[in-house]
C-alpha cells in the first residue's frame, strides 16, 4: 500500500484504510523524521480501531499510551527519548508485542528488538507531497 499524503486528512483517511485489514496482534514500526506524520498515522489507527473521536495525545513524554480497542490492546511507544533500549524493556515491550496490535514511533531507537514479522511503515517527503509507503523497503 502507497499514498501521496497532501492533507493530515489524506493520512488519517489512509490509515483507517490500514487499520480495517489488522487482526489484532500486529507490530508496526512507523519510520520518518520529525514532523512527518507518524503520530498522525497512528492516531488514525487508534480512533478508527475505537470507532470514535477519542483523543490520541503523543506519546513524546510518557513513552507509551495504551487503548483498549474492540480488535484488542493497542501499544503506542514513541521511544523519541528512549535513551537506551534497555529502557523499552523496562515499559514492557516484550508483553506488548504478545499481547496487541504495537504501532512504534522511532524505532530505529531499539534497533535488534524488533521482531522479523514487523510491518514496516516508511514517512518521506517527495516532491509530489508526503509519501507513506506501507510494506516496502526504500
Ligand atoms: N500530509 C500530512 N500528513 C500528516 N500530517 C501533516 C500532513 N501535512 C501537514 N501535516 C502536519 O504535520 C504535522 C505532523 O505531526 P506528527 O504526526 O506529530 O509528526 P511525527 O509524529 O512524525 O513527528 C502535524 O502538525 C500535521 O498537521
Ligand atoms: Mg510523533
Not at 13 to 26: I, M, R, V, Y
Not at 76 to 87: C, G, I, M, N, V
Not at 130 to 136: A, D, F, K, T, V
Amino acid at each position: 500500500m502507497k499514498k501521496i499524503s497532501l492533507s493530515e486528512t489524506d493520512t488519517l483517511q489512509f490509515a483507517k484504510e490500514f487499520s480495517n485489514t489488522l487482526k489484532g496482534d500486529e507490530i508496526i514500526a512507523l519510520w520518518g523524521t520529525l514532523g512527518m506524520g507518524k503520530t498522525v498515522f497512528a492516531r488514525g489507527i487508534i480512533q478508527s480501531l475505537l470507532g470514535k473521536k477519542e483523543e490520541v495525545p503523543s506519546p513524546t513524554f510518557t513513552l507509551l499510551q495504551t487503548y483498549n480497542t474492540p480488535k484488542g490492546e493497542v501499544f503506542h511507544f514513541d521511544f523519541y527519548r528512549l535513551k537506551s533500549p534497555d529502557e523499552a524493556y523496562e515499559i514492557g515491550i516484550e508483553d506488548a508485542f504478545e499481547s496487541g496490535i504495537c504501532l512504534i514511533e522511532w524505532p530505529e531507537k531499539i534497533g535488534s528488538l524488533l521482531p522479523k514479522n514487523t510491518i514496516n511503515v516508511y514517512f518521506e517527503m517527495t516532491s509530489k507531497g508526503r509519501q507513506i509507503s506501507i510494506g516496502e523497503k526504500k
